[in-house]
């Protein structure tokens, strides 16, 4: 079975977008958040150590068996494997946010990953399913992302400004305009700034290119004022009732 599931026979693995494995992935994953939360008062001490380490762990695992498979298989390319896709990205920065509990790394990976990530598992870019290795490493992977910033949120208590939003939103189009240079010296399409995705993805309701591009830095803002409102409220509220 291992020796199956490793390789790159796409028709053998096929992925239905909102198929019942896709749903059970997203039903799991939506799981793992409601469970964090309910549990968050619960989370002190050493059990908080070994959750960050956990994440960390998962973090790491997911990224060395990314690599490792597509080596393996003899696959391996500058145009797939460089860590420039946005959740790839996100990937290493939630590493180095819980590692080193800096808060401004916290700002871009909250926003980028969050954002990403959720987007990701709903209507992910795969081309492997149900039981295929790359299926549990992909929603592996975007969920450990999404926890690693909740349990910064929810465990270690952190939180965000508008300030925090435009440092955030600076940094990802900083990153953005960086990985165009290295599309165009590669010939990739790392954070679908060459073009679209090839599987149904909400890009393709933003035009064609480039102009979809401007369309994702208004999505991108959009997204990014819906995440930080909670945290808004929150300050507003706290503010009302002193």
């Known amino acids: 079975m291992v020796v199956e599931v490793m390789n790159f026979r796409y028709e053998e693995y096929p992925f239905v977008l909102f198929s019942v494995s896709h749903l059970v992935a997203i039903i799991i994953c939506l799981g793992c958040m409601v469970g964090l939360f309910v549990s968050r008062d619960h989370v002190q001490g ?22 490792v498979w597509y080596i393996i298989n003899d696959q391996w390319d500058v145009t ?6 946005l959740c790839s990205l996100s990937l290493y920065l939630c590493t180095i946010m819980l590692i080193s509990k800096s808060y401004r ?3 871009i990976s909250f926003f980028a990953s969050m954002s990403g990530a959720f987007i990701a598992i ?5 081309f492997f399913g149900f039981p295929h290795f790359r299926y549990f490493q992909f929603f592996l ?3 450990t992302i999404i926890l690693a910033c909740l349990y910064m949120v929810w465990i270690e208590g952190y939180s965000l400004s508008i300030g925090s939003l435009v440092r955030a939103f600076l940094a990802l189009n900083t990153i953005a305009v960086i990985v165009y240079i290295v599309n165009r010296i590669t010939g990739a399409n790392y954070m679908f700034l060459s073009h679209k ?6 890009i393709d309701y933003l035009g064609e290119y480039p102009w979809y591009l401007l369309s994702l830095e208004g999505v991108s803002l959009l997204l990014f004022l819906l995440l930080y409102a909670p945290f808004y409220l929150v300050r507003e509220k706290r503010r009302g009732n002193r």
Not at 80 to 85: C, D, E, G, R, S
Not at 122 to 126: A, C, H, I, N, S
Request: charged fraction near 10%.
């Open 197 to 202: 995705p090839y599987n149904a993805s909400p």
């Open 80 to 85: 797939i494997n460089l860590p420039f896709q």
């Open 46 to 67: 050493s059990l908080k150590s070994v959750l960050k380490w956990l994440l960390i762990v998962l973090l790491v695992l997911s990224e060395v068996s990314f690599q």
């Open 141 to 143: 992977a975007h969920l």
């Open 105 to 107: 790394i916290f700002e």
């Open 122 to 126: 709903v209507t992910p870019e795969l």
